[in-house]
């Protein structure tokens, strides 16, 4: 799986408050945010799936969230 920027994270963890980010934090943050966001994204193709479609529309982005 490719890898989400770390520069990106630090930048929203300071905007949430965080005077000095470690490269620790910034990974274990990465990792969270790539495994939810597997794991949403599962669930939204499971909904386009459902509905009989191959194309994973904003709603069904929308749905996966409610249930995650």
Known sequence: MAELPLAPLD???RKAGAVRVSENARLV???VVENYAEKLSRRAADFAKHAGRKTVL???VKLAVRGV
């Open 58 to 60: 904003e709603e069904d």
């Open 11 to 13: 930048k929203i963890m």
């Open 29 to 31: 943050l990465r990792d």
